[in-house]
Every structure is written in C-alpha cells, then in structure tokens.
C-alpha cells in the first residue's frame, strides 16, 4: 500500500466536513482498523477506507446529480429521490482525484458503505459495519450491543443484522429503499439464517 500521509488527509478532511460529521469520520476509521484488527486485516488499509469513507459529503445537495453526469456515473431513480446516497459514488471519484488513491479495495469499500452489496469484500464489510456501528453514533442510533460483538467476530451476521434493521427502518418510513440495499440484505440474511 502506498504510504500514507495522515496529518495531510485529516487536514484536507477537516476543512471540507462539518464538525459533526469529521468527528464521525474519526469514529469510523478507528472502529474499522479494531475490526481489522480482529478479523486478521490490514488495519492501515480499513483505516485510511475509514477516513474517506464520508469524503463526499460535504457536497452541497444540489450539486450531486450534475457532478454524477459531468463524471459518468450512473444515477438511479431511488438515488435520484436521495441525493444523499450519491456521497458513495462521489466519494470514489474524490479518494481518487483528491486523495490518489488507487487501491481497488479501498474505492470499492467507499462505494458499498452506504447500501452493501451481496458477496462484498472483508474490507467493503469493514467499513459498512463500521460506519454504522461507530461510537458517535449512540448520540442518535440505540445499536443493539449484539451487533458490535458480531462486528469482531462474524462479519456476515454482523452486515445481516444491520441490513435486517436498516430495511425495517426504511420499510416504516416515507424513504424510498435502494434496489442494492434490498438484494444485500436478502443475500447476507439468507446466508446467515437471520
């Protein structure tokens, strides 16, 4: 992996996200490299995926779609709907032109933190788990204390049982649910048994 220059990435980070959500971006990049950790993974990697898990957020609502268009990137309706979803795909072109980064594994994780994906790599799970099961979002979130034991144990059930929860979420709300969001928590609860 190429070498890493923390100070440089925290900094450009901090200026781009809002204080909220860099705190969360911190929580998510030390709570990857412990699942790493766990799991026998690469803890530089899950920590840099970590830290630029969010590195789109920060642009402004309204400027998403055309960004999409302007780079290629395809827009479903759902995304289309909620144009918070696109901070995924964005992010991928952000870690690479901003940030130079390559790593195949680490865009990959940066695109399937948000919905997930069936069949994804230990380090797309990572940082899935991670994002959701950060500390910093108690403040907000009652994460049941079964899922972060999973978290360092069984990668699969862990993603079933958020996805299991994100999907009852969003069935009892108004929000429409992502195509991929319904086909990963199908194929992780049906591998699992959830």
């Not at 069936?118 to 910093?136: R, T, V």
């Not at 907000?140 to 699969?156: G, H, N, T």
């Not at 996805?163 to 979420?169: F, W």
């Not at 319904?182 to 959830?194: R, S, V």
Request: glycine share 6%.
């Amino acid at each position: 992996m190429q070498d890493i220059n923390w100070k440089e990435i925290e900094e450009k980070l901090k200026d781009t996200l809002d204080e909220e959500r860099f705190r969360h971006t911190l929580g998510v990049s030390y709570t990857a490299a412990a699942i790493a950790m766990a799991h026998g993974y690469d803890v530089q990697k899950a920590r840099l995926a970590g830290m630029l898990h969010d590195c789109a957020k920060s642009v402004p609502k309204e400027k998403r779609i055309p960004m999409c268009e302007e780079y290629g990137i395809e827009v479903s309706e759902c995304e289309k709907e909620n144009t918070g979803l696109l901070h995924s795909k964005l992010g991928v072109m952000i870690a690479d032109r901003i940030y130079g980064i390559s790593d195949e594994e680490i865009l990959g994780s940066i695109r399937w933190h948000t919905t997930g994906r069936p069949e994804m790599s230990i380090l797309e799970q990572i940082i899935y788990i991670a994002d959701y099961i950060e500390p910093n979002r108690d403040t907000y979130l009652e994460i049941p204390a079964e899922i972060r034991q999973y978290a360092f144990s069984d990668l699969d059930r862990c993603c079933a049982m958020i996805m299991k929860r994100i999907v009852g979420y969003l069935g009892s709300s108004s929000k429409k649910k992502d195509e991929m969001t319904e086909k990963a928590c199908d194929y992780y609860c049906t591998l699992t048994g959830i």
